[in-house]
């Protein structure tokens, strides 16, 4: 009798195990999950068979409570900071704003440090070009998202002409007119006063303010005439309106000079270089102009964030890893197992989703993964569009101002260029009629 009922036993789990492996497995069962938020939710999932370590968070984007914003680490163009530290600066500097979570996002340069692909801020122009045939994602006043390979054109119109703007806080060419915004400092050129301060401190034998004063000044002297915006025509300018890219922004002048000129909060510098620009001896002081500024492939509306990676993991709900349309060559990148970073949005483009796949570890039983199982990671849970973030050391998963990719925490996670954060508006759950849009003012 109890031969015969081990050998049924036997028979009915040999059927379950026969039965479990003819289906087709899901990548990664989810083992936690939990809401953040009202239409936020984050969940971690782990296969241990293929050491698969995989963290998500969901955006419900129809909740005028919820907002995306991107992070500038330092709020500095070439400012590195890690993900949980812009957060809490963000979170801070806004009342009525809580920051649930977010993760890392464009790739950097490492020479200038600046983001690699067009990137915007609250409608505030850091970069422009197209880098290669880089993906990006893009997010409206109205707080639809889009997913494409965009570039920006920037250009100023007064009331005698138009004349277009070649570079976005950085200066190549003497002749280039290239517009300052508030994230390449505070005037132009940027001169690290407090910076070159601190480190006279360690410099001088004299440590009275005034001998340190003398040092600081002779530094200034030695940037400043090495600048390659000595001496150039700078028009300085307010916002009429809230600044917005793919839009026609009203602007005054507030100064014109042709030394140091402050970069004030609501506004920008815009230098003329060293070029013939005859429009420029038509502006005074008090004129107004505006700034317009197109998106292509074309945008139907204002759009306030955009940030973006390499390369496009999902199109149309299927994977599509364009590596090659993107003009990467190491074949490494793409097939290794990698900590990888993502974002996504459902067909309807109503849900945003993050992915974040945790680095190798050999200690924790992590291994990465490639850019095809992270495109089928992100169909899994939904995306219909996707793009590849910056990801290897860069890899992080901040939730409630907690690091949990990469494991070492917040103070072990790496410096990156910009984030991508998900906020509440906590003002409109004490009756404030919420706005929408990705800028969380």
Same mark, same amino acid.
């Given at each position: 009798?109890?031969?015969?009922?081990?050998?049924?036993?036997?028979?009915?789990?040999?059927?379950?195990?026969?039965?479990?492996?003819?289906?087709?497995?899901?990548?990664?069962?989810?083992?936690?999950?939990?809401?953040?938020?009202?239409?936020?939710?984050?969940?971690?999932?782990?296969?241990?068979?293929?050491?698969?370590?995989?963290?998500?968070?969901?955006?419900?984007?129809?909740?005028?409570?919820?907002?995306?914003?991107?992070?500038?680490?330092?709020?500095?163009?070439?400012?590195?900071?890690?993900?949980?530290?812009?957060?809490?600066?963000?979170?801070?500097?806004?009342?009525?704003?809580?920051?649930?979570?977010?993760?890392?996002?464009?790739?950097?340069?490492?020479?200038?440090?600046?983001?690699?692909?067009?990137?915007?801020?609250?409608?505030?122009?850091?970069?422009?070009?197209?880098?290669?045939?880089?993906?990006?994602?893009?997010?409206?006043?109205?707080?639809?998202?889009?997913?494409?390979?965009?570039?920006?054109?920037?250009?100023?119109?007064?009331?005698?002409?138009?004349?277009?703007?070649?570079?976005?806080?950085?200066?190549?060419?003497?002749?280039?007119?290239?517009?300052?915004?508030?994230?390449?400092?505070?005037?132009?050129?940027?001169?690290?006063?407090?910076?070159?301060?601190?480190?006279?401190?360690?410099?001088?034998?004299?440590?009275?303010?005034?001998?340190?004063?003398?040092?600081?000044?002779?530094?200034?002297?030695?940037?400043?005439?090495?600048?390659?915006?000595?001496?150039?025509?700078?028009?300085?300018?307010?916002?009429?309106?809230?600044?917005?890219?793919?839009?026609?922004?009203?602007?005054?002048?507030?100064?014109?000079?042709?030394?140091?000129?402050?970069?004030?909060?609501?506004? $920008?510098?815009? &230098?003329?270089?060293?070029?013939?620009?005859?429009?420029? %001896?038509?502006?005074? =002081? !008090?004129? @107004?102009? +505006?700034?317009?500024?197109?998106?292509?492939?074309?945008?139907?509306?204002?759009?306030?964030?955009?940030?973006?990676?390499?390369?496009?993991?999902?199109?149309?709900?299927?994977?599509?890893?364009?590596?090659?349309?993107?003009?990467?060559?190491?074949?490494?990148?793409?097939?290794?197992?990698?900590?990888?970073?993502?974002?996504?949005?459902?067909?309807?483009?109503?849900?945003?989703?993050?992915?974040?796949?945790?680095?190798?570890?050999?200690?924790?039983?992590?291994?990465?993964?490639?850019?095809?199982?992270?495109?089928?990671?992100?169909?899994?849970?939904?995306?219909?569009?996707?793009?590849?973030?910056? $990801?290897?050391? &860069?890899?992080?998963?901040?939730?409630?101002?907690?690091? %949990?990719?990469?494991? =070492? !925490?917040? @103070?072990? +996670?790496?410096?990156?260029?910009?984030?991508?954060?998900?906020?509440?508006?906590?003002?409109?759950?004490?009756?404030?009629?919420?706005?929408?849009?990705?800028?969380?003012?």
């Amino acid at each position: 009798m109890r031969a015969g009922l081990r050998l049924t036993t036997l028979m009915f789990l040999t059927l379950c195990a026969t039965s479990v492996r003819g289906q087709s497995q899901p990548l990664s069962a989810v083992d936690s999950s939990r809401q953040l938020a009202p239409g936020v939710t984050y969940s971690h999932s782990y296969n241990r068979k293929a050491r698969l370590s995989v963290h998500t968070l969901t955006v419900d984007l129809r909740n005028p409570f919820l907002g995306v914003r991107v992070g500038k680490g330092l709020d500095h163009i070439s400012g590195l900071e890690r993900v949980h530290s812009i957060a809490h600066r963000y979170d801070s500097a806004n009342a009525g704003i809580r920051v649930l979570g977010g993760s890392n996002a464009n790739f950097w340069k490492a020479g200038t440090l600046h983001p690699m692909g067009p990137t915007i801020i609250d409608g505030v122009l850091l970069t422009a070009d197209k880098y290669r045939n880089w993906p990006s994602i893009a997010i409206t006043d109205d707080g639809t998202v889009y997913i494409d390979s965009f570039h920006v054109d920037v250009s100023i119109r007064t009331r005698v002409g138009s004349i277009p703007v070649s570079q976005l806080n950085r200066r190549r060419d003497s002749t280039e007119v290239v517009l300052y915004t508030s994230y390449f400092g505070n005037n132009v050129p940027f001169l690290d006063t407090l910076g070159i301060r601190e480190a006279s401190r360690d410099n001088v034998t004299d440590d009275s303010e005034s001998g340190i004063d003398s040092v600081v000044l002779a530094q200034l002297d030695s940037v400043w005439s090495m600048s390659p915006e000595n001496g150039t025509l700078k028009l300085q300018f307010e916002y009429l309106a809230p600044p917005r890219a793919n839009a026609v922004v009203p602007c005054r002048i507030t100064a014109m000079d042709t030394s140091v000129v402050a970069i004030p909060k609501n506004g $920008g510098v815009i &230098s003329f270089g060293k070029g013939q620009f005859p429009l420029f %001896y038509s502006l005074m =002081v !008090g004129d @107004r102009f +505006s700034l317009h500024s197109t998106i292509d492939p074309p945008i139907p509306d204002p759009v306030v964030q955009m940030t973006g990676g390499t390369p496009r993991l999902v199109r149309d709900g299927k994977v599509s890893v364009e590596w090659v349309e993107a003009g990467l060559k190491k074949v490494r990148f793409v097939n290794g197992n990698y900590g990888r970073s993502s974002v996504g949005i459902t067909r309807g483009g109503d849900t945003l989703i993050l992915v974040v796949v945790e680095p190798y570890s050999r200690k924790h039983a992590r291994r990465g993964t490639s850019l095809e199982t992270l495109a089928r990671l992100l169909i899994d849970r939904g995306a219909w569009q996707a793009i590849n973030l910056d $990801g290897g050391s &860069s890899t992080t998963m901040m939730v409630e101002g907690q690091t %949990y990719v990469p494991l =070492v !925490g917040n @103070r072990g +996670s790496r410096k990156i260029s910009t984030a991508l954060m998900i906020y509440e508006r906590l003002a409109t759950r004490r009756g404030i009629e919420p706005k929408r849009g990705g800028t969380g003012k």
